[in-house]
């Protein structure tokens, strides 16, 4: 079975702070996303990386960063985190071919920024 | 570019009757994906079914069935013989065929379920 993890399932963090989110999937996938959610609005590709090193801006880039350093990981970074980035983070994974065809989801990091 | 809607924000049902949650979509493309994910209340997202657009037939697995209207561009998902296990978020999801395998999401449908 596919595997991705989260740091962290709930986090509080300052206004201004720098938030590191760290996702990690263990089924060799090239293909890395994060995605933010909130009510009403589904969810929202933030960035993604299509192998180590490679990222491309998602929907909603703006005030976040990314890193991959290394294929089974994908950071998401907040350099200076705003109360409007409260919201709940979505990792997911997937190979780049066609099948299978789903992405595959980490539990979530639920964010307050104070 | 792609978008999704979901017009029901939350619906609910009696247990072991049925129940469907609408999603409509647009799109130019004539090739591409459609899926049904499920959010319970412990969060992790989970793959209920997938249709793809070149076939006709509409999916199905076990209680869970899709009535895929391509030209109506409406993709929407029965629950048969519902049960509590059932209650969760769903969300809608367009994929385009290749293209990075990224998804667009509906606005996800919460529904409840009642003993």
């Known amino acids: 079975d596919v595997k991705v993890t989260q740091s962290s399932r709930y986090l509080v963090k300052r206004t201004g702070e720098k938030v590191f989110l760290e996702c990690v999937q263990d089924?060799?996938?090239?293909?890395m996303f994060w995605y933010r959610q909130d009510p009403g609005l589904g969810l929202r590709l933030i960035y993604f990386?299509?192998?180590?090193?490679?990222?491309e801006k998602g929907d909603i880039p703006e005030g976040y960063s990314v890193s991959r350093e290394k294929k089974e990981r994908f950071s998401l970074i907040l350099e200076s985190a705003s109360t409007n980035q409260t919201s709940m983070y979505l990792c997911?994974?997937?190979?780049?071919?066609?099948?299978?065809?789903?992405?595959?989801f980490g539990p979530g990091t639920r964010l307050t920024v104070t | 570019a792609q978008t999704v809607t979901q017009s029901q924000p939350e619906m609910s049902v009696q247990e072991a009757e049925t129940v469907t949650l609408s999603c409509t979509y647009d799109?130019?493309?004539?090739?591409?994906?459609l899926f049904w994910y499920k959010q319970p209340p412990s969060r992790q997202m989970i793959l209920v079914i997938r249709q793809e657009a070149y076939k006709q037939q509409n999916a199905t697995e076990n209680r869970f069935s899709v009535n895929f209207q391509k030209a109506a561009k409406s993709f929407s998902l029965k629950i048969s013989d519902s049960q509590l296990g059932d209650a969760a978020m769903y969300f809608c999801a367009y994929r385009s065929r290749g293209a990075g395998n990224m998804l667009t999401f509906g606005g996800g449908t919460r529904l409840m379920v009642k003993p």
């Open positions: 997911a994974s997937k190979p780049p071919a066609d099948k299978p065809y789903e992405q595959y």
């Open positions: 799109t130019s493309e004539s090739d591409y994906y």
């Open positions: 990386s299509y192998d180590v090193k490679m990222k």
């Open positions: 089924m060799d996938h090239e293909n």
